[in-house]
């Protein structure tokens, strides 16, 4: 079976055998436990992470207060835009939310599989043009949903969230307090029955 980084990359171009070899030899994967903090807000993002198992947040610190900005989990890329690129300092943090094993994206070997294989830059712009879509999409949805809409299409569209993530986390990313999220989850239940 292929490794899960190769289905990634090759829902968006097909790889040749050559190129998921030199993809395979420059793969570091690591193992970090639950709680695990990847990035610091104030530091410079120096690698990328791509989830094989487990699952990441994505928080900023707002008046003494984690604001939850993203979920990461099995089969996506974790990395800081203007951290990592820019080099700029990240104003956010990343935890691994339960023990995660990780592919760590390296510049240097990612700088190496670029000049090998010229076409990895298109893979790259492509990879980058639907991460900055599905921003998009989630900006959008917060800014025009209200926060039981907003809950009702993490249900239909992330719903293992409900079972890996505390209902605190949950309510943050959904921008309520935890208590509202408790109002929504009973009316939404009552409705069902």
């Not at 993530?165 to 409705?191: C, D, M, N, T, W």
């Amino acid at each position: 079976m292929a490794h899960p980084i190769l289905a990634y990359f090759n829902q968006f171009m097909a790889l040749t055998p050559a190129e998921e070899q030199a993809i395979m030899q420059s793969l570091v994967e690591q193992r970090f436990p639950k709680g695990h903090v990847l990035l610091e807000a104030g530091q410079v993002a120096m690698d990328t992470y791509f989830v094989v198992e487990g699952f990441i947040r994505q928080y900023y610190m707002v008046d003494g207060e984690e604001k939850t900005t993203h979920f990461y989990g099995e089969g996506q890329w974790v990395f800081s835009n203007n951290s990592y690129v820019e080099k700029q300092v990240a104003p956010y943090f990343l935890v691994c939310m339960e023990g995660s094993t990780l592919v760590v994206g390296k510049e240097e070997s990612g700088q190496a599989l670029l000049e090998s294989f010229p076409r990895f830059q298109d893979l790259s712009r492509i990879m980058l043009e639907q991460e900055i879509l599905r921003q998009q999409k989630q900006t959008s949805s917060f800014i025009t949903a209200s926060p039981e809409q907003r809950y009702l299409k993490l249900l239909e569209e992330q719903p293992e969230l409900l079972s890996r993530v505390p209902q605190y986390h949950l309510a943050s990313y959904l921008g309520i307090k935890p208590e509202s999220l408790s109002r929504i989850r009973k009316r939404i239940s009552e409705r069902r029955k």
